[in-house]
């Protein structure tokens, strides 16, 4: 049945009349109460009930009429018998009726809907909060004054804004202020009547933080003394209190600033339980000064200057200590960083992560690489996911104790996917310790494949000379000739150098003496003999050019640049061109001023010097004692150490390279 059609039926039928006098009606009755409702003395919610109540009665109305007025007309209709005579029989279901009935199901729907938001609206809290799961928003509430001085009452709201300030400007969670708290509490008081568990209430079951903030201070003489905590978002447990801190009482930031650095340092630190050095949360500034040492790891100074400024601001903060060490390990000064180990006190309130890598530091300075190396992977268990520690486990593995076949789990550990590769000397270093592990795997398509893409994106030295390794090593000489040229065109000439000496010394590894002597002879004619350099000693020496090394070494030495590396080689050319005895005074200058923390070094360097003068027995044996001090495994030595070459291949060398294992 058309809708025009419907509707002129319901004008015939005189629906709309009957309606009609429903909805006057109702009007009516709602304009009386709305005026009528205060004299009456009932609520002020009586015409919205009113209201509700004709609202459903609507629908009810339209059935009725359909039941009382409509329904008699569609149920018998007359009509004359065979014999003529009037008779009466039911009509069956008019299109009319499907029609009124699907009408009055959207009416239905209409009227429950429109009183449903009545309801929610004047039945419930004015106040819409949507009640969500923990997150990251923070509760901070008014610190409470138990000095007993009103003046100080002020302090209470500042203190609060202090830490707030703290948390929304360093993004460490969404705060729920004191204010905002406030504000709901009267609203919630009003809607729901009052209740001295409001402000609980609220925080528990609107706003759901996963950490509530709050203190109280008091004075003490002249002092102001400030109490902290932070409980998890139900109330229920105290996560940390915090200690004492205090102030003189006409200057209070200053107490709200030493606790602000608490808190911030819990909550920067807490998150990462496992990761975490400390048994109390640093001070958020010694907190954000290391981490802008770590950010400067390559420029010595600066790092070494925000590593001090940590310790000064928290002298209890262990990690500025524990990186101290480090650094100056890797700068080879070992006995001062076994001085630094020794300043940091053995205390029985130590984490076992404290212990860990303090034993860790002792192997490594001792030169046991074996211990090195189950202490590293105790560290590596705690935190396999941590960029450092992963990066630390991969060259320990590998150059410690040469296991390059554990490298690449170590390494998968972390996706580099998302990671900021070009600013992250970490994460290139990772690549290039899994370059080497994977050419000592004799991996070198898989190396050459990776490398040309990191070479290609990111300007590391490390990268380029392992690339160029891989390329001698498989045969790749012109590969390797266009990637020397590039590097000409691209670098300084200081690095150019370099690597023409590395791949001289390859091709040396591989008893190529005419590909390697280009190489060399290439630093040669950039020097032209005007000027000398460490690389053109280098050069040199390893085309047996023993007369130009040992001048070129001497003038070195007599401006303070040449290390143990270049006295070896020095002493060597003297055998060679005939001066045997100078050559055993730097012999024995060296011995004489071995140091203590010398982890296998001069071993070593006794080991090439006895090598290349052809006492092969001797040699082996102080390659022995160096891998024994804990001398490492690097692109440069023992097995890719030219000196080394003759005995490659010799069972000795087996047993050194294996010496860890």
């Given at each position: 049945?058309?809708?025009?059609?419907?509707?002129?039926e319901c004008?015939?039928?005189?629906?709309?009349?009957?309606l009609?006098?429903?909805?006057?009606?109702?009007?009516?009755l709602?304009?009386?109460?709305?005026v009528?409702?205060?004299?009456?003395g009932?609520?002020k919610?009586?015409?919205?009930v009113l209201?509700i109540?004709?609202?459903?009665g609507f629908?009810?109305n339209?059935?009725?009429?359909w039941?009382?007025?409509l329904?008699?007309l569609?149920?018998?209709?007359?009509k004359l018998?065979?014999?003529g005579?009037?008779i009466?029989?039911k009509?069956?279901?008019?299109?009319?009726?499907?029609?009124?009935f699907?009408?009055?199901?959207i009416?239905?729907f209409?009227?429950?809907f429109?009183?449903?938001?009545?309801i929610n609206?004047?039945f419930k809290?004015h106040?819409k909060?949507?009640?969500?799961?923990?997150?990251d928003?923070i509760?901070?509430l008014?610190?409470?004054n138990?000095?007993g001085d009103?003046?100080?009452d002020i302090?209470s709201?500042?203190a609060?804004?202090w830490?707030i300030?703290?948390?929304s400007?360093n993004?460490?969670?969404?705060?729920?202020?004191?204010?905002i708290?406030?504000n709901?509490a009267k609203l919630?008081?009003t809607?729901?009547?009052?209740?001295?568990e409001v402000?609980?209430?609220l925080i528990k079951d609107?706003?759901n933080?996963a950490?509530?903030?709050s203190g109280?201070?008091?004075?003490k003489d002249?002092s102001?003394?400030?109490?902290?905590s932070?409980k998890?978002g139900q109330l229920n447990?105290t996560?940390i209190?915090f200690?004492l801190v205090?102030c003189?009482?006409?200057?209070?930031?200053?107490c709200?600033?030493?606790l602000?650095?608490?808190?911030?340092?819990?909550?920067?630190?807490e998150?990462n339980?496992q990761l975490n050095?400390?048994e109390?949360?640093p001070?958020?500034?010694?907190?954000?000064?290391v981490?802008?040492?770590?950010?400067?790891?390559?420029?010595?100074d600066?790092?070494?200057?925000?590593?001090?400024k940590a310790?000064?601001i928290?002298s209890?903060?262990?990690?500025p200590k524990?990186?101290?060490i480090g650094h100056f390990y890797?700068?080879?000064?070992?006995k001062?960083?076994?001085?630094l180990?020794k300043?940091?006190?053995?205390?029985?309130?130590?984490?076992?992560?404290?212990?860990?890598l303090m034993?860790?530091?002792e192997?490594?300075?001792q030169g046991?690489?074996?211990k090195?190396?189950n202490?590293i992977?105790?560290?590596?268990?705690?935190a396999p996911?941590?960029l450092?520690?992963?990066?630390?486990?991969m060259t320990i593995?590998?150059?410690?104790?040469?296991k390059?076949e554990?490298?690449?789990?170590?390494?998968?550990?972390?996706s580099?996917?998302d990671?900021?590769i070009?600013?992250?000397?970490v994460?290139?270093?990772?690549?290039?310790?899994k370059?080497?592990?994977?050419?000592?795997?004799?991996?070198?398509k898989?190396?050459?494949?990776?490398l040309?893409?990191y070479?290609?994106?990111?300007d590391?030295?490390?990268?380029?000379?392992t690339l160029?390794?891989?390329?001698?090593r498989?045969?790749?000489?012109m590969k390797l000739q266009?990637f020397?040229?590039?590097?000409?065109?691209t670098?300084?000439?200081?690095?150019?150098?370099?690597?023409?000496l590395f791949?001289?010394k390859?091709?040396?590894?591989?008893d190529?003496k005419?590909?390697?002597n280009?190489?060399?002879n290439t630093?040669?004619k950039?020097?032209?003999?005007?000027e000398n350099s460490k690389?053109?000693?280098?050069?040199y020496y390893?085309?047996n050019?023993?007369k130009?090394?040992?001048?070129?070494?001497?003038?070195?030495l007599?401006?303070g640049?040449?290390?143990?590396?270049?006295?070896?080689k020095l002493a060597?050319?003297y055998?060679?061109?005939?001066?045997?005895e100078a050559?055993?005074?730097?012999l024995?200058k060296?011995i004489q001023l071995?140091?203590?923390y010398?982890?296998?070094?001069?071993?070593?360097?006794?080991?090439?010097y006895?090598?290349?003068?052809g006492n092969?027995?001797t040699?082996?044996?102080?390659?022995?004692?160096s891998v024994?001090?804990?001398?490492?495994?690097?692109?440069d030595?023992?097995?890719?150490?030219?000196?080394?070459?003759k005995?490659?291949?010799s069972i000795?060398?087996?047993k050194?390279m294996k010496?860890?294992?």
């Amino acid at each position: 049945m058309k809708l025009n059609q419907f509707l002129k039926e319901c004008n015939n039928k005189e629906v709309f009349k009957k309606l009609s006098i429903y909805i006057v009606s109702s009007w009516v009755l709602i304009q009386v109460m709305a005026v009528t409702w205060e004299p009456l003395g009932v609520p002020k919610k009586s015409v919205t009930v009113l209201l509700i109540i004709l609202l459903i009665g609507f629908p009810v109305n339209v059935y009725l009429v359909w039941k009382y007025h409509l329904a008699p007309l569609e149920v018998k209709k007359i009509k004359l018998d065979e014999n003529g005579n009037l008779i009466e029989t039911k009509k069956n279901k008019s299109s009319f009726k499907k029609m009124y009935f699907s009408v009055l199901t959207i009416i239905s729907f209409i009227s429950i809907f429109v009183s449903t938001l009545i309801i929610n609206n004047n039945f419930k809290s004015h106040i819409k909060i949507n009640t969500v799961n923990v997150s990251d928003k923070i509760a901070v509430l008014k610190f409470g004054n138990n000095t007993g001085d009103k003046k100080y009452d002020i302090v209470s709201k500042m203190a609060a804004d202090w830490i707030i300030h703290g948390i929304s400007e360093n993004k460490l969670g969404q705060v729920v202020s004191p204010k905002i708290i406030e504000n709901y509490a009267k609203l919630i008081t009003t809607a729901v009547g009052n209740s001295s568990e409001v402000d609980e209430k609220l925080i528990k079951d609107y706003f759901n933080p996963a950490k509530v903030i709050s203190g109280n201070f008091y004075l003490k003489d002249d002092s102001l003394l400030f109490q902290g905590s932070i409980k998890d978002g139900q109330l229920n447990n105290t996560l940390i209190s915090f200690k004492l801190v205090d102030c003189k009482s006409n200057e209070p930031i200053d107490c709200m600033e030493k606790l602000k650095q608490l808190i911030l340092g819990y909550l920067i630190t807490e998150d990462n339980k496992q990761l975490n050095l400390q048994e109390v949360p640093p001070q958020f500034e010694a907190y954000q000064l290391v981490l802008d040492a770590k950010a400067n790891f390559s420029n010595d100074d600066r790092y070494l200057n925000y590593l001090n400024k940590a310790i000064e601001i928290d002298s209890n903060y262990f990690e500025p200590k524990l990186l101290k060490i480090g650094h100056f390990y890797n700068l080879g000064q070992f006995k001062k960083a076994d001085s630094l180990r020794k300043e940091i006190p053995i205390s029985s309130n130590r984490n076992e992560r404290q212990k860990n890598l303090m034993n860790l530091y002792e192997s490594m300075l001792q030169g046991n690489n074996k211990k090195t190396y189950n202490f590293i992977t105790k560290e590596y268990n705690i935190a396999p996911f941590d960029l450092e520690s992963n990066s630390s486990t991969m060259t320990i593995a590998l150059q410690y104790v040469n296991k390059p076949e554990d490298i690449n789990k170590i390494y998968n550990e972390i996706s580099m996917e998302d990671l900021d590769i070009e600013n992250s000397k970490v994460c290139l270093y990772r690549i290039y310790i899994k370059s080497l592990a994977d050419i000592e795997l004799q991996k070198l398509k898989e190396v050459i494949k990776y490398l040309e893409i990191y070479t290609r994106d990111f300007d590391d030295f490390n990268l380029k000379r392992t690339l160029a390794t891989a390329y001698v090593r498989d045969g790749e000489d012109m590969k390797l000739q266009n990637f020397i040229s590039k590097i000409k065109l691209t670098s300084s000439i200081n690095e150019y150098e370099a690597i023409c000496l590395f791949v001289g010394k390859e091709y040396l590894l591989l008893d190529n003496k005419k590909m390697a002597n280009n190489y060399l002879n290439t630093i040669i004619k950039i020097h032209n003999g005007k000027e000398n350099s460490k690389n053109l000693a280098a050069a040199y020496y390893y085309l047996n050019d023993y007369k130009n090394a040992e001048k070129v070494i001497e003038n070195l030495l007599n401006k303070g640049e040449v290390e143990n590396e270049f006295q070896i080689k020095l002493a060597v050319s003297y055998f060679y061109n005939g001066k045997k005895e100078a050559s055993k005074k730097i012999l024995d200058k060296l011995i004489q001023l071995e140091r203590n923390y010398n982890l296998g070094e001069l071993d070593y360097h006794l080991a090439q010097y006895y090598s290349a003068i052809g006492n092969g027995k001797t040699s082996l044996e102080y390659l022995l004692k160096s891998v024994a001090k804990g001398y490492s495994y690097t692109p440069d030595t023992y097995q890719n150490d030219v000196h080394f070459l003759k005995y490659k291949n010799s069972i000795e060398i087996s047993k050194i390279m294996k010496f860890w294992h």
